[in-house]
């Protein structure tokens, strides 16, 4: 993972989760999108959300580790463990992260972007894993990862994919003709 981080920008990883861990998470997800627990997403920390619309619509929730149910917190585990390997290989002075869930229902898609605020550098690292239950070519949704020298590298977002790059790359989500899931975070230099 580390390799491909260093030679592409970014690296994408299969079969993070079990199958069983994977089925409980996107359940959690579907669970609080019905209760209706989301809102659509904004941009930046001070975004105006009429402009905001423009430039993304997927909608979010946050995952807190005292709400976090079983599932969630086996998710926020495995993370926890990939951050003290980062720490441990690469000196990567991670100190906290942060994660939410999204649904691009379909139409919805994010334009090219890059995670890290203007007024805070803190996002070192994103991390998006796909839940969605099945995903075939045509279902759209793709995420664009525009690496070095102009290369724009393509990710499916196949079910239990895990995508790993620095926060400082541009990258886009394409319009998706399903209905997306995904969890989505950062892994921060500061606490
Ligand atoms: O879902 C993805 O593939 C990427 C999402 C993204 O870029 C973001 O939430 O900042
Ligand atoms: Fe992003």
Redesign the pocket.
């Known amino acids: 993972m580390i390799q491909g981080l260093l030679d592409k920008g970014f690296e994408s990883v299969d079969n993070w989760l079990t199958a069983e861990q994977l089925n409980g998470l996107r359940k959690s997800l579907l669970t609080r999108y019905q209760n209706d627990n989301f809102r659509v997403?904004g941009i930046g920390n001070k975004d105006n959300l009429q402009t905001a619309k423009r430039v993304?619509n997927?909608q979010i929730h946050w995952l807190e580790t005292s709400k976090a149910d079983d599932n969630e917190k086996t998710f926020l585990n495995q993370i926890n463990h990939f951050v003290q390997y980062l720490n441990e290989t690469c000196m990567a002075g991670l100190k906290s992260f942060e994660f939410h869930h999204?649904v691009?229902e379909q139409g919805s898609f994010?334009k090219k972007?890059v995670?890290q605020f203007v007024n805070d550098d803190s996002r070192q690292f994103?991390v998006?894993l796909?839940l969605t239950e099945a995903w075939s070519e045509g279902d759209g949704?793709e995420?664009l990862l525009y690496t070095n020298n102009n290369t724009v590298s393509k990710?499916q977002?196949l079910p239990g994919r895990l995508?790993f790059f620095k926060s400082t790359l541009p990258?886009?989500?394409l319009t998706s003709n399903i209905t997306?899931l995904?969890v989505?975070g950062w892994l921060k230099n500061r606490a």
Do not use: I, Q
Request: charged share 25%; aromatic share 14%.
């Open positions: 997403a993304r997927d999204a691009y994010y972007h995670d994103s998006v796909y949704g995420l990710v977002p995508v990258h886009e989500v997306r995904s989505t």
